[in-house]
């Protein structure tokens, strides 16, 4: 989702722009003074060059939070901070235009200076203007750096498309449920404090493609065993559901009582406040008497259609702007 580039530390980023700038080794120009003018210039614009550009690459790469997704805002604020994100992206912001202005004033001063001894003292005082600069960043590039491997991580989740979430217990059958009904090819990214990760299927409806997300770790025990910064990492699901399927095993083989998967709806409900929830009896092959809810077998395919169906058709009620329903037809 998002590949943010490799950071440089504050001396690498420096090495690299001063390594550039002993490569321009000529100056044009008729008269002596001018060629050392301009090669001297040529030093200066070509230290400040790399540096600018370089950090204007990490700017581009990192996601910008003033425009991003509520769901990847959070996973931000979950992980890295969006707070210690911005100020560092500002730090190296600061920095990139910082050195723009230095290359235009150092060359200027360059250009009219009187003799070769005074163009080496400008050119030396610029390069160190430089380092002064880029060392006053480093906290913020190297912020950035560490910011790259969760950003990296990130479940690739489309926030606009219409989404279904399936929840419930561990072994009532949820990846079995999203095996079954998700075509393309599904993806497991790790999610912030979960070691599984997200596997995200999809199906397409009509022209619409819908994304469904198995959770394993996140929505599969209550919220009083999580920190707070996992309760946000789980919120940010909230933001892409427009509906939830939650799956409950009334046999009780996954191990866990009725009453508990219930008990675990009660948190999912406070989770989703906005979003319909479906509440399904899952491996209804096992004749285990129901409370009457829709019920299907995940293992013979029984009843599956029409959960689908009726979670489609929550999560186009629910969700009407990400939700194209006149083309989905
Ligand atoms: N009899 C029966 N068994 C099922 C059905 N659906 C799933 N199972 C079995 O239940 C077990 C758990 O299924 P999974 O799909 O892995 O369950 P899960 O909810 O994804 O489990 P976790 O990933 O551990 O949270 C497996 O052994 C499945 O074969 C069903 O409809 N009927
Ligand atoms: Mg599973």
Redesign the pocket.
Same mark, same amino acid.
Not at 51 to 57: F, N, P, Q, R, V
Not at 129 to 135: A, D, E, F, G, K
Not at 177 to 183: I, P
Not at 218 to 247: C, G, K, W, Y
């Given at each position: 989702m998002f590949e943010p580039p490799r950071v440089l530390s504050a001396q690498a980023l420096l090495d690299k722009a001063f390594r550039r700038a002993t490569k321009a080794t000529t100056g044009k120009g008729r008269t002596r003074e001018e060629r050392t003018k301009n090669l001297a210039v040529a030093k200066v614009q070509a230290a400040g060059d790399v540096l600018a550009t370089t950090m204007e690459t990490y700017i581009k790469g990192f996601p910008s939070l003033d425009r991003i997704p509520p769901f990847y805002r959070e996973l931000i604020e979950a992980t890295i901070g969006v707070a210690a994100l911005r100020k560092n992206l500002a730090g190296v912001d600061w920095g990139r235009k910082k050195v723009l202005e230095l290359a235009h004033g150092f060359a200027r001063r360059i250009q009219a200076a009187h003799g070769a001894a005074a163009v080496g003292a400008i050119r030396r005082e610029a390069f160190g203007r430089y380092s002064s600069v880029i060392n006053q960043i480093s906290s913020n590039l190297e912020g950035l750096e560490e910011a790259r491997r969760p950003l990296k991580k990130f479940p690739d989740i489309d926030p606009e498309a219409p989404t279904i979430v399936v929840a &419930?217990y561990?072994?009532? &059958?949820? @990846?079995?449920?999203v095996g079954r009904v998700s075509t393309a090819s599904p993806r497991v990214a790790p999610y912030p404090f979960t070691t599984q990760g997200v596997f995200v299927g999809h199906f397409d409806v009509g022209y619409t493609r819908f994304q469904i997300l +198995?959770t394993?770790g996140l929505l +599969?025990r209550p919220m009083d065993e999580r920190n707070p910064m996992e309760r946000q990492a789980i919120t940010a699901l909230a933001h892409v559901a427009d509906s939830v399927v939650f799956?409950v095993d009334p046999s009780e083989?996954?191990g866990y009582e009725l009453s508990s998967q219930m008990r675990l709806l009660d948190t999912v409900r406070e989770l989703f406040p906005e979003v319909p929830i479906l509440v399904v009896e899952?491996? @209804? +092959?096992?004749g285990t008497r129901g409370l009457g809810r829709p019920a299907? @077998?995940?293992?013979?395919g029984s009843g599956v259609e029409k959960v689908l169906a009726e979670a489609i058709r929550l999560a186009r009620s629910s969700a009407p702007a990400s939700v194209p329903q006149a083309r989905a037809g």
């Amino acid at each position: 989702m998002f590949e943010p580039p490799r950071v440089l530390s504050a001396q690498a980023l420096l090495d690299k722009a001063f390594r550039r700038a002993t490569k321009a080794t000529t100056g044009k120009g008729r008269t002596r003074e001018e060629r050392t003018k301009n090669l001297a210039v040529a030093k200066v614009q070509a230290a400040g060059d790399v540096l600018a550009t370089t950090m204007e690459t990490y700017i581009k790469g990192f996601p910008s939070l003033d425009r991003i997704p509520p769901f990847y805002r959070e996973l931000i604020e979950a992980t890295i901070g969006v707070a210690a994100l911005r100020k560092n992206l500002a730090g190296v912001d600061w920095g990139r235009k910082k050195v723009l202005e230095l290359a235009h004033g150092f060359a200027r001063r360059i250009q009219a200076a009187h003799g070769a001894a005074a163009v080496g003292a400008i050119r030396r005082e610029a390069f160190g203007r430089y380092s002064s600069v880029i060392n006053q960043i480093s906290s913020n590039l190297e912020g950035l750096e560490e910011a790259r491997r969760p950003l990296k991580k990130f479940p690739d989740i489309d926030p606009e498309a219409p989404t279904i979430v399936v929840a &419930g217990y561990p072994n009532v &059958g949820k @990846s079995a449920f999203v095996g079954r009904v998700s075509t393309a090819s599904p993806r497991v990214a790790p999610y912030p404090f979960t070691t599984q990760g997200v596997f995200v299927g999809h199906f397409d409806v009509g022209y619409t493609r819908f994304q469904i997300l +198995d959770t394993p770790g996140l929505l +599969d025990r209550p919220m009083d065993e999580r920190n707070p910064m996992e309760r946000q990492a789980i919120t940010a699901l909230a933001h892409v559901a427009d509906s939830v399927v939650f799956l409950v095993d009334p046999s009780e083989t996954c191990g866990y009582e009725l009453s508990s998967q219930m008990r675990l709806l009660d948190t999912v409900r406070e989770l989703f406040p906005e979003v319909p929830i479906l509440v399904v009896e899952n491996k @209804s +092959d096992l004749g285990t008497r129901g409370l009457g809810r829709p019920a299907m @077998s995940t293992l013979t395919g029984s009843g599956v259609e029409k959960v689908l169906a009726e979670a489609i058709r929550l999560a186009r009620s629910s969700a009407p702007a990400s939700v194209p329903q006149a083309r989905a037809g």
